[in-house]
């Protein structure tokens, strides 16, 4: 944990371990919600976003969805939280789910089969911190 030490805080509300729900997801139109309109343009199939053009892959903090990717409830963990998934590796939140409990996290996997693979588990997770300046 020393190597987290400096630029990094912790959200004041975080209870530094848990154990918590982790789903999976890919950036598929089932795992995230969108579907193509009548031109062929992948748009949000729900929530306050319905119907605007959706960029596949791009996370709610604006990064590209990659290993080490994670969501959380838009009540949840703040974007840019690190967190330690016992037996997976370090994670950050960079993406929202909209149909996520607060104490569930939603692990992005390359592929939908993976993501269907993992389906649910509960893991115990420790807040590091929150990256501030990404
Ligand atoms: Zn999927």
């Not at 919600?33 to 949000?44: I, K, N, Q, S, T």
């Not at 994670?70 to 998934?85: D, K, R």
Request: glycine residues 14%.
């Amino acid at each position: 944990m020393v190597a987290f030490a400096a630029g990094y805080f912790f959200p004041h509300d975080a209870k530094p371990t848990r154990t918590m729900t982790v789903t999976a997801y890919c950036n598929c139109e089932r795992c995230c919600g969108w579907h193509l309109d009548e031109a062929g343009v992948p748009v949000f199939s729900g929530g306050p976003l319905k119907g605007k053009p959706k960029e596949i892959g791009i996370t709610a903090s604006g990064k590209r969805t990659t290993a080490g990717t994670v969501a959380s409830s838009p009540t949840g963990l703040p974007l840019g939280t690190l967190l330690y998934i016992e037996g997976e590796g370090v994670f950050r939140v960079e993406d929202r789910g909209g149909g996520l409990q607060n104490d569930q996290l939603d692990m992005w996997f390359p592929t939908h089969e993976e993501a269907l693979q993992w389906g649910r588990q509960k893991r115990r997770v420790t807040v590091l911190g929150n990256q501030k300046n990404q």
